[in-house]
């Protein structure tokens, strides 16, 4: 019997580690995607980029980089690199919410909406926002992952934290002790006592 009950309770525990452990709960923590940021280089800030808004010059860019199935994608201009860099430092960004962090300033970058799978242009738009990136250590250096919408065009807080490089600071891992973690060690204790 208690092994019956070890096979439905386990696959819960698992769920909840890969949920508790998937996402850095804070910026600038080690990444658990040694790819991602260049994954966001490759998604975000690329060259040979159309310098118009003309829906047939996107359209061939998009077709031939492999963008078809996302969409909504954003491209900021490469030779803000270094200043995209920064808003995962204390220098341009701070804390937003779980690991995202904010620009101190505003950038101007293109949105390119489409059918997913077709490549067919919905629209194309030049906008001027605050950042939100996802920020994780990658090579002892916190850099952008992943590009976040701001979409309400939300502003940084001027009280918010701000966001670290890992050199300047010593960031352990951060483990969040949940309900569910606690009912999950409950019901093992339950499977071994019984």
């Known amino acids: 019997m208690a092994a019956l009950r070890a096979f439905f309770i386990l696959p819960i525990c698992l769920l909840l ?5 998937g996402k850095n709960e804070a910026p600038c923590q080690l990444s658990k995607w040694n790819n991602g940021y260049n994954t966001f280089i490759k998604r975000h800030i690329r060259s040979g980029t159309p310098t118009s808004l003309n829906q047939n010059e996107w359209k061939k860019y998009i077709q031939n980089n492999g963008g078809c ?18 808003v995962c430092t204390s220098k341009g960004g701070v804390t937003y919410k779980e690991n995202l962090c904010i620009s101190r300033q505003s950038f101007t970058f293109v949105t390119v909406r489409s059918e997913p799978d077709t490549c067919g242009i919905r629209s194309i738009r030049e906008e001027t926002k605050h950042l939100i990136l996802a920020c994780e250590v990658l090579d002892n250096q916190c850099l952008p992952v992943h590009f976040e919408g701001n979409p309400d065009n939300s502003k940084p807080n001027n009280n918010a934290r701000a966001c670290q490089d890992p050199r300047i600071k010593d960031l352990a891992p951060t ?5 569910l973690w606690l009912l ?3 019901l093992l204790l339950m499977i071994i006592v019984y």
């Open 17 to 21: 580690a890969h949920q508790t452990f």
């Open 175 to 179: 483990f969040k002790m949940t309900w």
């Open 184 to 186: 999950c060690g409950l």
């Open 69 to 86: 199935s996302r969409p909504t994608q954003s491209f900021l201009h490469p030779k803000d690199l270094d200043r995209v860099k920064d």
